[in-house]
């Protein structure tokens, strides 16, 4: 009966317990998107990847993150695609096409079982018009 007791009581103070240790831990998080790399194969539109890396204070919170990718818009902006970062490396890659246009990344909120890894927002990469020989 008294470990019954003794358990309610500790299950009622964990979270207050929590509270008072300024809750989890939580880890910066860090994305980049340094590069597109075109593939024009004879004849087609160019298309490629655009290329980056996302780093942490914790190595969890870097590998196999989802990162997003977006296009710049007057309204809203448009969400080209995602993937995960390389689970040893950090390095990301999403397929897009070398239009014209400002883009960034993205990377979320997520809870692992160290804490929580906070979001982050890329710099802006843009693309500029190129006139192009037919």
Same mark, same amino acid.
């Given at each position: 009966?008294?470990?019954?007791?003794?358990?309610?009581?500790?299950?009622?103070?964990?979270?207050?317990?929590?509270?008072?240790?300024?809750? /989890?831990?939580?880890? !910066?998080?860090? @994305?980049?998107?340094? &590069?597109?790399?075109?593939?024009?194969? #004879?004849?087609?539109?160019?298309?490629?990847?655009?290329?980056?890396?996302?780093?942490?204070?914790?190595?969890?919170?870097?590998?196999?993150?989802?990162?997003?990718?977006?296009?710049?818009?007057?309204?809203?902006?448009?969400?080209?695609?995602?993937?995960?970062?390389? /689970?040893?490396?950090? !390095?990301?890659? @999403?397929?897009?096409? &070398?239009?014209?246009?400002?883009?960034? #990344?993205?990377?979320?909120?997520?809870?692992?079982?160290?804490?929580?890894?906070?979001?982050?927002?890329?710099?802006?990469?843009?693309?500029?018009?190129?006139?192009?020989?037919?």
């Amino acid at each position: 009966m008294w470990r019954t007791a003794l358990m309610i009581a500790l299950l009622l103070a964990a979270p207050s317990a929590l509270a008072a240790a300024g809750g /989890p831990a939580k880890f !910066d998080s860090k @994305v980049t998107l340094t &590069d597109f790399v075109e593939n024009r194969a #004879a004849g087609s539109a160019a298309t490629g990847v655009f290329l980056g890396k996302v780093s942490s204070t914790n190595a969890n919170c870097a590998t196999d993150r989802k990162v997003k990718l977006y296009r710049k818009r007057p309204e809203k902006d448009k969400l080209l695609g995602h993937e995960l970062s390389d /689970p040893t490396t950090g !390095d990301w890659m @999403v397929g897009g096409k &070398d239009k014209a246009g400002t883009y960034y #990344a993205r990377v979320v909120k997520v809870e692992i079982p160290a804490g929580i890894c906070r979001p982050d927002r890329s710099k802006r990469f843009v693309i500029y018009e190129i006139s192009r020989a037919r």
